[in-house]
DNA sequence: CTTTTCACG
DNA sequence: GACGTACGTGAAAAGT
């Protein structure tokens, strides 16, 4: 976690807030008891629901709480159990029509957006002892509403009962009254008179009456039982006597539990704005017309439905509201009611439709008709279609709408008759197929879509919508503003699974999709999506933008339950028009380059691979590591050979083979140049000429936005974050990404980012001096850990502290910092320790990150991103394993929110100083640009300056500039 | 379709 | 005493 210089979620001092802690579960059956018996339109029972979202409203719209906690009992046994099995259990079940209406209470707490406690283990009542203790302890006055006389024991001058069924207040009269005792002494009381309904068992032939009688005269249940030989009627001390410890017992059940380790903070419990339009959602799927009517009342009144908050500044599109506000004031249009601006009608049914509308539009007409129906929605969910998976070569074939769950439409734009030949003869038609399906033609379609698509009051929603919206802007049309449930899912179950849509229909909404494949068949009978007969089509991509809109409202809610609205809204959501923007840049590539370096290689790989097979004795596939293995190590009979435990074949990657090779096996040394050769062929020059995209002479790269578990981004078809640099043969290829003419090619990297990153999150002083100071950071660490003077330091020295470096960034272990030195485990780990021991703030916040993992199951970056780690409840080498990637995912996690920030601010910030470079490429740590010749140093001042202020995280953050006419000059 | 290897940060 | 390892990716080729 941050460390005191992280972006504080500054608790508030203790002000005397009032807080109010409701009693849920208990609230739930004297609902159910006190109101009569009535259903939702579908049928399912509500009473129980109706009265708790009466009180809920009640505490927000009459009491004008700031301050509140929603407690339940959880499902499991709790620790009273464990010393008296038989605690509650005599509970009958609860009545058949109570049991649906749990989950839709929870329900209706998340949609008042209240915080929902409950704790494993620990009644309600703990929990709410817990808090009225350490709010009480705060000064503030606490209202604990429940009418459970088990709460009663806590009532003081500070501390007072609500019942919110007589809607009465309980204070120490109203208590003493009950108990015949004050406050402190009813947990003595009812543990002699027990209670039949929690089978406590008490003190037979006691009741309340003369428990408090008993209590009274005695002083405590303790003196009581000490002195019972003392009581005058002798059935009475006799029975005191045999069940003294039946009586303690009982005030150990009795007894709450105060200091339970509740989920969140007594000062976190507070009343936040709820997201109008869900709540509104929910009240209409519950069918309660009178509270909606108070909803709309209480907002038309004064803008918000709790005290305090403004309206939507929770909500993840309260800049979209406002915008859409500004622009309808400005067109004098409205597409919302003045009073509620309640954009999602109130009777849609999320996330689970009653009824499901797909329809295939392919008129004018009836797509006009879905264009208002948008435009009065304001949220749509939009999706395309196309003819292949890269966006930069696909064309549009079909466009899906979805206006609310349930409802949604497919237009077909460019299918043609499914019995066209796949491919015309040199792509010439002989118009054999029938003609094209009845469709609105594409430039018609997106003139008359335009309007909704670029309206600034209507949110389009995507899954992963970088796509639909590179694909619009090929035909001119900027799709703004966006929201995007891939990069929701992302920021909420980043490393803990996938974010595909089908994925996430089965997760939320529990719908098998219909795949694509079904759609398309496979392999070789694969037909492109245009091909697809329009009823099919329909069922799919109407599906498709269908599910994302019901996943975008379950996601919206989850984004916010989950405190990642931020996260989402400064990094994630704004980066998807950058990215989109960057990737139809492409970077210009030059074939010209790359082959003849290919023909290079290719006739090194001929000399070499004659040679192996020369020195093998024979000739075999040298590309083939099976067999390379049989060659060195069962016919050669090498010793040093490793063999892999999944198949139990001969390792032969280049760690084995640089071994032999430097104990002069010369064949070794052949295979590795080889395979350097292989790669730089196969990989890049044969592979990167082929990319070249034919319209734009560029190639463009996919980013792909929610791959990885840290919040990289990764690049894919081809991957351009992988280009080689370390050797000399490789970085050749970097000559061929040069800049238009013209132009020069930029690069602007960090330095040293990740290791910036562990001074500050770590907190160790002496490293954030290093870097405040600007001095080489490996020789001081070197100094440091090997006692050796800064001006005597030599490069062996420094190269071990580089490694170690290195090595804490990866979670580090003796047995990996061995074998990248090359030196012994136990040497490896003594280095270890002498770090630890000169900066102990990192040994200290390596435990701590585990431990955190081990807890929470992710860890978190300093902005806040959630990282997921699987497998840390494991033993063993998983454990281990996951413990290392909980030591570097906040690190490389950090770097990658770093980078997003800067990429997010750049584009304006050229704009704003008139210049005129493109953004191509993002690797990690560095970012590639086209400037014009003129601009360079402007661009470069400019550059490096957003890069280095994208975020105040203590440490300085340095960026360095590199330029030239390719890659390979400008790194 | 999985495994091995190797390119990058 | 042996596990099986440095963290995060994607692509090509071989081998099932």
């Given at each position: 976690m941050p460390t005191d210089s992280a972006p504080s979620t500054a608790l508030p001092p203790a002000d005397g807030t009032p807080l109010y802690l409701v009693d849920g579960s208990g609230f739930i059956f004297r609902a159910y008891h006190a109101l009569p018996p009535l259903n939702r339109p579908d049928g399912t029972p509500v009473n129980a629901v109706m009265g708790f979202t009466n009180m809920l409203m009640r505490l927000l719209a009459e009491l004008k709480a700031d301050a509140v906690a929603i407690i339940f009992d959880s499902k499991r046994l709790n620790f009273r159990n464990e010393f008296y099995p038989d605690y509650k259990a005599h509970r009958p079940e609860p009545p058949e029509d109570l049991r649906p209406q749990f989950a839709i209470i929870r329900e209706a707490v998340e949609a008042f957006n209240l915080p929902r406690i409950e704790l494993e283990g620990y009644e309600a009542d703990d929990l709410i002892a817990t808090y009225a203790r350490q709010a009480r302890a705060q000064g503030r006055p606490v209202t604990i509403v429940s009418s459970d006389k088990d709460l009663m024991q806590l009532v003081d001058d500070g501390i007072r009962m609500l019942d919110p069924m007589k809607n009465k207040m309980i204070g120490p009269d109203e208590v003493f009254e009950k108990f015949g005792v004050a406050p402190d002494k009813v947990v003595d009381v009812q543990a002699l008179a027990g209670d039949s309904v929690d089978n406590v068992p008490g003190v037979p032939g006691i009741g309340i009456k003369t428990a408090a009688q008993l209590i009274t005269e005695y002083g405590s249940l303790e003196a009581l039982l000490e002195r019972a030989g003392e009581i005058k009627q002798a059935g009475r001390r006799q029975k005191l006597i045999e069940n003294a410890d039946l009586a303690r017992i009982s005030k150990r059940l009795v007894k709450?539990?105060?200091?339970?380790?509740?989920?969140?903070?007594?000062?976190?419990?507070k009343v936040r704005e709820p997201d109008v339009n869900r709540l509104l959602s929910w009240l209409g799927v519950q069918g309660f017309r009178s509270i909606i009517a108070k909803v709309k009342a209480e907002i038309a009144a004064d803008g918000t439905l709790a005290d305090g908050a403004a309206l939507h500044a929770a909500a993840g599109d309260g800049g979209e509201q406002q915008r859409r506000d500004l622009r309808a004031a400005l067109d004098g249009r409205s597409y919302a009611p003045s009073a509620a601006p309640a954009v999602v009608r109130a009777d849609a049914h999320i996330p689970r439709p009653d009824k499901v509308e797909h329809v295939l539009v392919d008129t004018e007409e009836a797509l006009a008709a879905w264009v208002a129906e948008g435009l009065e929605a304001g949220v749509v969910a939009v999706d395309t279609e196309t003819d292949g998976l890269t966006p930069m070569r696909a064309s549009l074939v079909g466009i899906s709408l979805s206006t609310r769950p349930g409802r949604a439409c497919y237009i077909p734009v460019a299918h043609i008759d499914?019995?066209?030949?796949?491919?015309?003869?040199?792509?010439?038609?002989?118009?054999?197929?029938?003609?094209?399906?009845?469709q609105v033609p594409l430039t018609r379609a997106l003139d008359i879509l335009r309007p909704l698509l670029e309206h600034p009051g209507v949110l389009k929603v995507g899954h992963n919508i970088k796509f639909d919206l590179q694909m619009f802007a090929k035909h001119g049309v900027t799709v703004a503003p966006i929201d995007d449930t891939m990069l929701r899912s992302y920021v909420i179950g980043g490393g803990r699974h996938g974010h595909g849509m089908d994925e996430l229909a089965q997760r939320h909404l529990g719908v098998t999709t219909i795949s694509f494949d079904e759609v398309t068949r496979t392999g070789k009978s694969r037909i492109t999506f245009d091909r697809v007969p329009l009823d099919k089509a329909t069922a799919y991509a109407a599906e498709d933008a269908d599910i994302t809109l019901r996943l975008w409202h379950v996601l919206r809610h989850d984004v916010l339950a989950d405190r990642m609205v931020t996260v989402y809204e400064t990094i994630e959501r704004p980066l998807v028009p950058v990215v989109a923007r960057m990737e139809m840049e492409g970077v210009l590539v030059d074939r010209q380059v790359l082959k003849e370096l290919s023909n290079d290689f290719a006739k090194r790989l001929v000399e070499l691979e004659a040679e192996i097979h020369v020195l093998a004795g024979r000739t075999f596939n040298v590309g083939s590591p099976k067999q390379l293995g049989e060659i060195l190590f069962?016919?050669?009979?090498?010793?040093g050979g490793k063999k892999s435990a999944k198949t139990g074949a001969w390792s032969t990657d280049s760690s084995v083979l640089e071994e032999l090779a430097d104990l002069g096996i010369p064949i070794c040394q052949k295979v590795m140049d080889w395979r350097q050769f292989a790669k730089l062929k196969s990989t890049y020059t044969d592979t990167l000429g082929e990319q070249i995209n034919p319209g734009t002479g560029r190639v463009h790269t996919s980013f792909a936005l929610a791959a990885t578990s840290t919040g990289r981004l990764s690049s894919t078809d081809p991957n351009l974050q992988n280009i080689p640099i370390r050797t000399e043969e490789g970085r050749k290829i970097r000559r061929a990404f040069v800049a238009a003419p013209g132009n020069r090619i930029m690069s602007v990297d960090y330095s040293q980012i990740e290791l910036r990153i562990v001074a500050e999150m770590a907190g160790i002083p002496a490293l954030q001096q290093a870097f405040r100071d600007g001095i080489d950071i490996h020789a001081m660490t070197a100094s440091q850990v090997f006692n050796v003077p800064l001006d005597q330091m030599t490069s062996e020295i420094r190269r071990r502290a580089k490694a170690i470096n290195f090595g804490i960034i990866y979670g580090i272990s003796s047995f990996g910092l061995s074998r990248q030195l090359g030196i012994a485990a136990g040497e490896a780990g003594a280095f270890i320790k002498a770090y630890f021991e000169r900066f102990p703030e990192l040994q200290a916040y390596m435990e701590k990150t585990k431990a955190e993992a081990a807890r929470d199951g992710y860890v978190r970056t300093l902005l806040g991103r959630k990282c997921w780690i699987q497998g840390i409840q494991e033993k063993g080498a998983r454990k281990s394993y996951a413990e290392r990637q909980a030591i570097n995912a906040p690190i490389q996690g950090t770097a990658a929110d770093i980078i997003k920030l800067a990429m997010i601010k750049l584009p304006g910030a050229l704009a704003d100083a008139g210049l005129n470079a493109r953004m191509l490429l993002q690797v990690h740590d560095e970012l590639l640009f086209e400037v014009p010749e003129a601009e360079v140093e402007a661009t470069s001042a400019l550059v490096r300056q957003v890069m280095e202020g994208a975020v105040d995280i203590g440490i300085p953050l340095v960026a360095e500039a590199g330029v030239g006419l390719s890659w390979a000059e400008a790194h």
């Open positions: 709450l539990e105060e200091n339970a380790p509740v989920p969140v903070p007594v000062e976190e419990l499914p019995s066209t030949p796949k491919e015309g003869a040199g792509g010439l038609d002989f118009g054999d197929g029938a003609p094209p399906p009845k069962d016919e050669m009979k090498l010793s």
